[in-house]
């Protein structure tokens, strides 16, 4: 028995994975004041790129 899993339109994929970005540089830049070191703004664009591929957008 397979199961089938419900597919996740592009357009949700997609949003998903800007919304990540968007919250990764805003991560990058609050760290980045902090620490006054500026390559945590790519660190965190990148994390937030990779959240927002990783995780499953929501069904609706």
Same mark, same amino acid.
Request: glycine share 10%; proline share 7%.
């Given at each position: 028995? /397979?199961?089938?899993? %419900?597919?996740?339109?592009?357009? $949700?994929?997609?949003?998903? &994975? =800007? &919304?990540?970005?968007?919250m990764? $540089?805003?991560?990058g830049?609050? =760290?980045? !004041? !902090? /620490?006054?070191?500026w390559?945590? !703004?790519p660190?965190?664009v990148?994390?937030? !790129? ?6 499953? %957008?929501?069904?609706q």
């Open positions: 028995m /397979t199961k089938k899993k %419900p597919s996740v339109s592009p357009e $949700a994929r997609r949003k998903q &994975i =800007i &919304i990540g970005i968007i990764g $540089a805003i991560v830049v609050v =760290i980045s !004041l !902090l /620490t006054q070191f390559l945590w !703004l660190a965190g990148a994390l937030g !790129l990779a959240s927002g591929a990783i995780m499953k %957008p929501p069904e």
